[in-house]
């Protein structure tokens, strides 16, 4: 059984920084690109950020872009997301999701996702 498990999520202030882990059992996490995405609330889930099996490929959404970063430890099964300069617009729920071979930005690519973990950005 896949389980995708979100963790690191939490309240912090505007410009403060959380790492997001996702850590990924039922599965060989070098054979699948993942991504984040997140759902602010009242809207729809949306991109944040994808990186391919080796780490040689990521791509961002515009909004966080040189913002956050997207890494993975193969050897541990997980995928990280590192958040800085956060912004009260950041505020949503982020989940984590994997896909086989390539990235991808849209969800409906991916195959397996997680429960998903609370950020809020204070003002």
């Known amino acids: 059984q896949v389980q995708l498990i979100e963790s690191g999520g939490g309240l912090v202030q505007t410009g403060g920084s959380l790492r997001l882990s996702c850590a990924a059992s039922?599965?060989?996490?070098?054979?699948?690109?993942m991504g984040w995405f997140r759902q602010p609330p009242g809207k729809e889930r949306e991109f944040v950020a994808t990186?391919?099996?080796?780490?040689?490929?990521?791509y961002y959404a515009d909004s966080v872009r040189g913002r956050f970063t997207i890494s993975r430890d193969n050897n541990k099964n997980t995928v990280y997301l590192q958040m800085n300069s956060l912004k009260p617009e950041d505020t949503a729920v982020y989940y984590c999701?994997?896909?086989?071979?390539?990235?991808?930005?849209?969800?409906?690519?991916?195959?397996?996702w997680g429960q998903g973990s609370q950020v809020t950005v204070s003002s």
């Open positions: 999701a994997a896909r086989p071979f390539a990235i991808a930005t849209a969800e409906n690519h991916y195959r397996y």
């Open positions: 039922g599965l060989t996490l070098s054979s699948y690109a």
């Open positions: 990186i391919n099996w080796s780490s040689s490929n990521t």
